[in-house]
């Protein structure tokens, strides 16, 4: 499909994964590579339904999992794709296999979401996985002055981990533990993208 590098950061809600993005779009462009960040659930029409859901109670899980499908349509046609085939670096903030856990917990089989995602959507050359325990990602999400939102209780997350660990034989997929400072989570990640043959010099 492309020319370009697919990057995306994963993991349960305060392991870092906002903060690590933009540190590693900051990497690559220091690099002179042109990165697209961009995340999931997106801005368009149905990734703003999903957000406000967050808050306000989540979807009917049938329906929840569709505008999921709906916005990543959207998302691969309109930005992902288009970067990637101009040779761009893309960085994600989640990805379908947020989906795969989020919605895996809830009760859905996290395999045919991914074969429902893989029928379109392109795989990441690389899947960073934040990884940390659910008490010190619940302490960060109040430290941050946030309050758990619906799909950050500790339940939900606890089997939403479990999920993402379930990738660590994935060949494109590293587990980085994020229980860390900022700034060696992104040496961490850093150091993988070497490993996986696409750092930026």
């Known amino acids: 499909m492309s020319n370009g590098t697919f990057i995306v950061i994963e993991g349960i809600d305060g392991t870092g994964k906002s903060t690590q993005v933009a540190r590693l779009a900051e990497?690559?462009?220091a690099h002179g590579r042109e990165v697209v960040v961009?995340?999931?659930?997106?801005?368009?029409?149905?990734?703003?339904?999903?957000?406000?859901?967050?808050?306000?109670?989540?979807?009917?899980?049938?329906?929840?999992?569709?505008?999921?499908?709906?916005?990543?349509?959207?998302?691969?046609?309109?930005l992902i794709a288009p970067a990637?085939?101009?040779?761009?670096?893309?960085?994600?903030?989640?990805y379908y296999f947020s989906t795969m856990a989020y919605q895996g917990a809830r009760?859905?089989?996290?395999?045919?979401?991914?074969?429902?995602?893989?029928?379109?959507?392109?795989?990441?050359?690389l899947l960073l996985i934040l990884d940390l325990d659910v008490e010190a990602a619940h302490g960060r999400i109040g430290?941050?002055?946030?309050?758990a939102n619906a799909f950050e209780q500790r339940e939900t997350l606890e089997r939403c981990r479990q999920?993402?660990?379930?990738?660590?034989?994935?060949?494109?997929?590293?587990?980085i533990p994020s229980n860390c400072s900022i700034a060696e989570l992104a040496a961490r990640l850093q150091q993988a993208v070497r490993q996986a043959g696409l750092a930026p010099v």
């Open 84 to 94: 990637l085939a101009a040779g761009k670096v893309v960085i994600l903030d989640r």
């Open 38 to 78: 961009s995340r999931e659930p997106t801005d368009g029409p149905w990734g703003k339904q999903l957000r406000e859901s967050a808050a306000s109670g989540r979807l009917e899980p049938a329906q929840e999992l569709e505008y999921f499908l709906n916005d990543r349509r959207q998302h691969v046609a309109e």
């Open 107 to 125: 009760g859905f089989d996290p395999a045919e979401i991914r074969r429902l995602n893989e029928a379109f959507a392109p795989l990441p050359d």
């Open 143 to 147: 430290t941050r002055g946030d309050t």
């Open 27 to 29: 990497w690559f462009t």
């Open 163 to 175: 999920i993402f660990l379930s990738l660590k034989d994935e060949p494109f997929a590293r587990i």
